[in-house]
């Protein structure tokens, strides 16, 4: 998926990811690096509300890894199984379609 594709509402990635098991964004590797370390810091903390864990972080100027991290709490509370991976590809995301 193409970095113009990650604005779209998190429901919208939700039903792409029902219907194609696993979607895959395209990323400028900084921004793949930049996600992948405030993923893990928010997994890390265990998962605290998106509120309280931003208040540390300083995205105010980052609308990409805003929208990447808004789409993939609401995908973490929403199918089962939830997980991402950044690969020199970009990001991924993947769930357990078996508990769906």
Known sequence: MALTQLF?????????????GSLWFDLPV??????????QGYCEAQKPSPAEFLAQEHLVDNDA???LFASA??????????????????VHWHFDAAKV
């Open 30 to 39: 900084p921004v793949s690096e930049q996600f992948e370390a405030l993923w």
């Open 65 to 67: 890894l805003f929208a």
């Open 8 to 20: 779209l509402q998190p429901r919208v990635h939700r039903v792409w990811m029902l219907k194609h």
């Open 73 to 90: 709490v609401y995908l973490d509370r929403t199918l089962p199984g939830f997980y991402s991976e950044t690969t020199a590809d970009g």
